[in-house]
């Protein structure tokens, strides 16, 4: 069929003006006739000059609007390409410039049972939006195959959209999206991409038909319209090949599967970032700010995109708003606090007058840092001035010196000095000193300030007896504290040490649900039917916002917009089970096998990635080979929605919600070995690869003792100069693990573990780090032994082998007599870690 095709195309170019062929000679006067009504009409646009940019929008931020102009049939790969790769990286570009991307895709706008008409006027309105949006210079996308559209008949169209676009009769809606987005106007944004027909040849002749056009007067169209295109954009045209790869049914329906869009992809981006930098050259990037300004930016960025989706939290609002502007009087619930708070009163300046703090729980997945996020910018348009801070928003937001040094200085207007830096970080006893003389001092000034800091529970802190010691039990009466957490006992209970007003958010009911998920999909341009609203609502016993956003995710880059219904119908309707379907198809479409290996390595390392290592773990630790950074690139654009980075100064790639760990562990680390395997690799990273001293100590311990390799333990304690920072205790602990656990006592055969004459003085025998000469040293963990009350060393029936009169030294290996000893040979001793009670009597031999 498409070599008929290519035939008539070939022969429709030579023999267009041959007066033997007159239904051809018919399609081109017609053809003809529509472009001189555009060549008549183009006067009318060519003084036309775009306004001035407009201001920014709130808080410094522009959108832009991209309108993907297509015939839908023949094009599902490529926009596929462009929803799951293209779109996400101009997003996560566009977002560190403060630029919104919207990319408007009409397979979602139309309403099911809209009329030819009201279709037609969907699509132009829409792209009138664009053009307000960007100043009469949209963004536009137009993608040109081998067919050119449906061509709707004169009753299809009102008199109002034929006045109001200049509508030429005859042509297909798709080129009146041509005309009117860029055509006319000479767009500079806009981009075409022409595709190579050459790969018709490799499909099945029951499938060509939906990427050829059937009618000779389309067939004309199209090739005008291909010339027409050249010469008015010869700089925006671009021209790319495809290869046709079998048939695929991921969506419920048979289609034609088509290979090689990287060139595709990467052109596309190419162009739209140049064309957006060209258009707002002047937008702000985050290279050119200081760590705390990015770490304001990234915070900010962060709030407006959590406070789109607040939907039913009006109640609540208030209520926050209330305790703002006048905390001894609002409506909300209080506790009365412990007897003895754990806080120490007395460390703090506190009267009467004082405000009382404010909590808000919520259940993990309600909704409340969406909420704190739409307040904080609802007070900040009533005029409030207002501190925030949102723990797990940034890689250094758990930090909670960090957060302290923020707060200081919104308190003082002054810099905190390196000195006060560093006393901050060491010693909570100064954190309470400082902040306190901050808050007294902000008191003296009379202004107001509203202090906001989202998940208290996920700040970091040495250990969990100063767990928010920082946080004072009450406030200067013109400071509000709201702060939030979610079920986390220790945290709950060190709130209410001390009384405080009390939130707990409550779950949303079916209409907010709703509004919830065309929220979500409006940000992207989509929008649902009313029968599958009701589908995703009535059908589910779901009432989690996470789980509403994780839904409209995945129906979002959903490929077939025609098999929405049958898709809202297949999701399960718990968490767990949506998670499992999340990454199949992750990992279905992962070709790299990158996803899959960062998603088991974020789950079974104690801290996730570190962002400095992460193509070294994704790569071959065996062969030291790093993964592609494309790989990583295309993975972390998959993965965006459920990772985030944290810690502070070394970052890790981690999860964005507890839940994600359960269920990589239930769909994708399936069992005990599967778990494993991924913990030895990350161990042979840390043993063999890494060139971070800190966190090899800090990680590779734990992930030999959780594999069971304790040959390895050992080495590394007792070799590797690196396990110098691993505590006297932990050290204890973990050798420990590594030995024998027979006793020895009353054992014809037990021997005691022996140094010669000629080992004694040795140095860093047990532990590469410390300087005890061997004599004085543990001969388990390299511990100091002056103490009267350690323990000797011995070995159990089995390790002790050889005559009952000999043994060996535990340094050198030199055979020795128990019977004639020299004058320096002595027994090995423990530590009083690794002697104290029972484990003085065990065997001392450590390793396999």
Known sequence: MYQKYKHQMDSQEEGSHDQKAPKMSDAARRVESCWMQIDAEEEKYQDWKPPPPDLPGFMGWRTVRIFVSSTFTDFFNEREILVKKVFPELREWGSERKIRIIDCDLRWGVPQDSTTAETIAICMEELDTCHHVNEGEPFFLNLVGERYGWIPGGGDITEEVRQKYDWVEGTSITFMEVLHGAYRKKNPNAAFFLRDPAFLSEVSETHVSRFIEAEDLGREHLKMFKTRLKQRFPDQIFSYSVQAAGMSSSTGREKVQLTGLDDFADQCLEFFKSAITRKYPEQLTLATLSLEEQEKELQRIFIIEKAELVIGREQEVQALMGYMTDPGSCDLSKIVGGEAGLRKPDLWTLTPQDNLLCVVQAKSGWGKTSLLAHLVLTAIEKGHKIFYHFSGSTSRSRDTSDMLFRLMEALTEEEVSQEERENFSTSVDKQQELLNKALAKFQETGRKLTIIIDAVNELNQSNLVDHLSWLPPSVPSNIAVIVSCNEHPPTLARLKEHPCYWMTVGELGESHMRSIAVSYLGRYNKHLHKDQLTALTQDTRVDSPLWMTLVCEELRVFGDFQMVTQKIHSLPDTLDGLFGVIFNRLLAEDDTGCIKKAVCLIATSPSGMATEDVLKLLGDVGTREEAPPLHWALARRHLKPYLRVSGFPAEFVTFSHEKIFKAVEGHVITS??????????????????????????????????????????????????????????????????????????????SKPVMICTFCRHKQQCFNPANRWQAHVSCVICGANCFSPMTATASLCTFHGVGTPTSAKCVICKRHMSLQVKMSGDIQGRLCGQCGFGNYGKMCSYVGQ
């Open 672 to 749: 005990r070995d599967e778990r494993n395997k991924w913990q030895v690799h990350l161990a042979d990273f840390y043993q063999y690869w890494s060139d971070n001293s800190r966190l090899r100590t800090f990680l590779l311990p734990d992930l030999l003792r959780n594999v069971g390799l304790k040959d390895r333990m050992v080495k590394f304690m007792t070799t590797d100069k690196d396990s110098w920072a691993v505590s006297p205790y932990q050290r204890s602990s973990y050798l420990r693990w590594c030995r024998c656990t027979r006793p020895t006592g009353g054992s014809w055969s």
